[in-house]
């Protein structure tokens, strides 16, 4: 199976614009998770979609907002951007969101948003 | 909220064990994992344990849980320059009837040739 991949890998913008990132999941994995990796916070929860609902949220602005297709991938849209968005912004793959079992998370690599 | 603590740095010599440590504080904790993130890359699992089993070992890996003290610990045997990562820890918790993984902050493993 291809694993989680993310567009695009790098990218640049400035204060005040807004960037839309793209997060496809593991094939049958209906659960996506993202988070924002930065050198001072570690890594921080954003939100997960499964069916295309928000089912948990973690403590960030309403600028950060997702969303998940019928086809599970999934999109990170961050508004009016701050210069401490600066970040790797992670997004993980899992088969559900409630389900016993291991129902591990699965990391794609990563977008690198710089913001100047 | 449930917390995971994670010392932030460790260096070891080449072919020595590694011990990275971490708390956590949620006791509805289910599965405990290890992410290794190698740099510019994302997370990748090592390793993970059931709530009620104390100790788990794949090849050079151990992993000890201590659910009262609510203590992980990942043992890394014989470790090699490649072993230079960020590990996390990771629990699965519950909430609102939906799971939900908490990551500690990341230890920085320096392996020293």
């Known amino acids: 199976k291809a694993g989680v991949t993310q567009t695009p890998r790098y990218l640049i913008k400035t204060r005040g614009q807004q960037v839309t990132l793209s997060c496809s999941p593991i094939?049958?994995?209906?659960?996506v998770s993202w988070y924002q990796q930065t050198p001072g916070q570690g890594l921080q929860f954003l939100f997960e979609?499964?069916?295309?609902?928000?089912?948990n949220k973690g403590n960030f602005p309403g600028r950060f907002s997702g969303r998940q297709f019928s086809n599970s991938r999934s999109e990170m849209n961050v508004s009016t951007l701050e210069l401490g968005d600066s970040a790797l912004y992670l997004c993980?793959?899992?088969?559900?969101?409630?389900?016993?079992?291991?129902?591990?998370?699965?990391f794609g690599p990563g977008t690198r948003l710089t913001v100047l | 909220g449930e917390d995971v603590e994670q010392s932030l740095f460790l260096s070891v010599r080449e072919g020595d064990s590694s011990v990275i440590n971490c708390t956590y504080t949620?006791?509805?904790?289910?599965?405990l994992y290890w992410y290794k993130q190698e740099p510019g890359a994302g997370l990748q699992l090592l390793t993970y344990?059931?709530?009620?089993?104390d100790m788990k070992q794949d090849q050079r890996l151990t992993v000890l849980l201590n659910k009262k003290d609510k203590h992980l610990s990942l043992r890394i045997a014989d470790t090699q320059t490649g072993d230079s990562a960020i590990y996390f820890c990771?629990?699965?918790?519950?909430?609102?009837?939906?799971?939900?993984?908490?990551f500690g902050t990341g230890t920085k493993l320096q392996v020293i040739p």
């Open positions: 993980a793959s899992r088969p559900t969101s409630t389900s016993g079992g291991r129902n591990e998370q699965f």
């Open positions: 094939s049958g994995h209906r659960s």
């Open positions: 979609y499964f069916s295309e609902t928000q089912r």
């Open positions: 949620d006791s509805s904790s289910t599965y």
């Open positions: 344990i059931f709530s009620n089993m």
């Open positions: 990771a629990e699965r918790g519950n909430s609102g009837g939906y799971q939900k993984v908490t």
